[in-house]
């Protein structure tokens, strides 16, 4: 699975991924003109010559410290993935639709007839203690993903169609025999074999080969098991990017300094400060211009719009917020996702009554100035014709919400109703933590499934924090009958990553024959047919809007407030690594 595919904090309500769903006490005044506001907003900040030096802020709106987790294969949040953004670097620059160039740190040639992907280092990509980056620094990526003692929560079956991962991943073999390297592990030249080529491989973020490197070199004497609490992960890790760690205050802030190995040359600031703040403080501190680069909480956008000396830049980044509700679990000797056909919400008339219930809508006007929008499916409209725009998703309506109920023999005794089978009915319901809308948002849900007799009582009886939150999910705590959450996706559509049968990040569990095949006919070799796959992705959001195992409920502008002295931040896809800010663009105005 390609790294952008994140959990999402409950409080950043748009982001490159989500944040959960957020509400709160904001103001809805003018929300359709800040929604009109937002999508006028250019996607970078002015082009301006560029001085050497100074130290620039750089916010990580966050209510819990990170976990500090410096490996690619290893972290799953976005949090992480943000903190390390000034080192951070992948193998592969895109276009702004997506699509691999070759001006990044490796090039990468697919060759179809042969089912090869050729991928080639650029000599002087160099690792910050000035080692080049090598063949086996490609390769190592997947020995950690697919090694069972890592506990990779990124390994998923897509890695399975390289030649020889799958015995590895199993522990028949040692190596992996699909990874080629013919100049040998110091070389700069990587060769994937692959049992079959995939439409989207020619575009980042496609989930079926990796798109970073790792230090052999650093890592290679840590054992597997050991390797995510290490120092080298945790406390001194290594890139190649522009910047380097100079310090880290664990879960608050990491200090970068330039990486004078820096293959495309010297970067323009002396330093980069990534700092945690709460997203009840970023507004004031956006007022009173403590940091350079910070994020907008939308449901705080009328107490920011007037500030002086800032650039807004704004997107709608590739995510969604979305209902999951939990049928199953996760099978480690297995390595897959099973059903539990008896599982209280493994009821699809249950499912869907739950998701007409939930007024989306009305909350998103009320709570976040118009900035967020409900999404009727989980292809989000930014990939296109894959998007299938005649999907309605669940819209409110509680009085269908009933009938779907009592045709079902959800029966009512009293306020509440009690299952089919007249045992009563509790549903436990995991939300996290976030911004002052998050609780009244979760609290007003609650309250719209009281409405159609269902009794939802909070995981703990309060909103859990995020780390805690995704400790739960992980491990299928047996207290989550359902869960809100969000993604930030990767920027190739498929959703075999996500809501495979074998993917661990599919936290409801659901794993049908029917799912399995319409993904497997998503990325088939008939999908090297645009309009047939298409037509696939279409079916696949019927299907799962039916079934509704999982269930979108909303996207946002994602809005951030730029210094007017700094110059080189945007938003498009070609200045970002699949979703990250390319640092060594960034510096102050002369």
């Known amino acids: 699975m390609n790294k952008t595919k994140f959990l999402y904090s409950a409080s950043i309500v748009s982001t490159v991924a989500l944040t959960l769903a957020a509400c709160g006490k904001g103001n809805n005044t003018g929300k359709n003109e800040n929604a009109k506001t937002a999508s006028k907003f250019p996607q970078s900040v002015p082009v301006k010559n560029t001085k050497k030096g100074g130290t620039l802020k750089y916010a990580i709106m966050t209510d819990t410290p990170f976990t500090g ?35 990044g740190p490796a090039t990468m040639k697919l060759n179809r007839n042969a089912k090869t992907i050729t991928i080639k280092i ?27 003692e890592t506990k990779a929560q990124r390994y998923s079956n897509q890695f399975e169609e390289i030649v020889g991962m799958k015995e590895y991943h199993n522990g028949k073999s040692k190596t992996i025999s ?43 004497d840590i ?8 120092d080298q992960i945790r406390k001194k890790p290594l890139y190649f990017g522009p910047y380097k760690v100079q310090k880290i205050v664990r879960g608050q802030s990491v200090t970068w300094i330039p990486n004078k190995y820096y293959w495309r040359g010297q970067p323009k600031l002396d330093k980069v400060v990534s700092q945690v703040i709460s997203q009840n403080s970023i507004s004031q501190a956006i007022k009173s211009h403590k940091f350079d680069i910070a994020q907008v909480v939308n449901s705080q956008w009328n107490e920011v719009k007037d500030t ?61 100035a118009g900035l967020s929008f409900r999404v009727p499916t989980l292809i989000p409209a930014q990939f296109g014709d894959y998007f299938d725009k005649k999907a309605k998703g669940y819209t409110y309506n509680l009085k269908k919400a009933n009938q779907i109920l009592d045709k079902a023999g959800y029966k009512k005794q009293g306020q509440w109703r009690v299952q089919p089978n007249g045992k009563p009915l509790t549903i436990k319901f995991l939300a996290m933590t976030g911004s002052s809308i998050q609780s009244p948002t979760v609290q007003n849900y609650i309250q719209q499934w009281k409405k159609i007799g269902l009794k939802v009582k909070l995981v703990g009886g309060r909103l859990t924090e995020f780390n805690s939150f995704y400790d739960k999910l992980q ?5 989550v009958d359902m869960f809100m ?11 075999a990553s996500l809501y495979g049968e074998t993917s661990q990040m599919n936290y409801s569990r659901f794993a049908t024959p029917e799912n399995n095949k319409l993904l497997q006919e998503i990325d088939s070799q ?30 946002s502008y994602k809005v951030i407030a730029v210094n007017n002295k700094v110059t080189g931040y945007s938003t498009k896809p070609s200045d970002n690594s699949n979703g990250h800010q390319l640092w060594y663009k960034i510096g102050f105005v002369k």
Do not use: C
Not at 183 to 209: A, C, D, Q, R, W
């Open 69 to 103: 987790i410096f490996s690619d294969e290893l972290s799953t949040t976005a949090i992480d993935s943000s903190v390390a953004e000034p080192g951070e670097e992948e193998l592969f620059d895109t276009d702004d639709n997506f699509k691999i160039t070759n001006k």
């Open 122 to 148: 650029k000599k002087g990509v160099k690792w910050s203690d000035g080692k080049q980056v090598n063949a086996k620094d490609i390769e190592y990526p997947y020995e950690i993903l697919a090694n069972k």
């Open 178 to 220: 699909g990874i080629e390297m013919p100049e040998g592990p110091n070389g700069l030249t990587v060769i994937l074999h692959f049992k079959e080529m995939k439409p989207g491989m020619v575009y980042s973020g496609n989930g079926y080969y990796w798109e970073y490197a790792a230090p052999y070199h650093y890592l290679k």
């Open 223 to 230: 054992p597997f098991a050991k390797l995510q609490s290490s």
């Open 308 to 368: 002086k000396g800032v650039n807004f830049v704004a997107q709608i980044p590739l995510g969604y917020h979305y209902i999951g509700f939990r049928v199953g679990k996760w099978d480690a000797k297995a390595g897959k996702n099973v059903m539990n056909s008896e599982a209280k919400m493994n009821n699809q008339a249950l499912r869907q009554a739950m998701s007409y219930a939930i007024n989306i809508d009305e909350v998103d006007q009320h709570y976040t």
């Open 475 to 479: 491990h299928d705590d047996p207290q």
């Open 485 to 495: 959450a969000a993604w930030s996706l990767a920027s190739e559509p498929s959703p």
């Open 526 to 555: 008939k999908s090297f047919d645009h309009t047939y796959r298409v037509n696939k992705f279409h079916e696949w959001q019927e299907y799962m809007n039916k079934q509704a195992y999982v269930v979108p409920v909303d996207n």
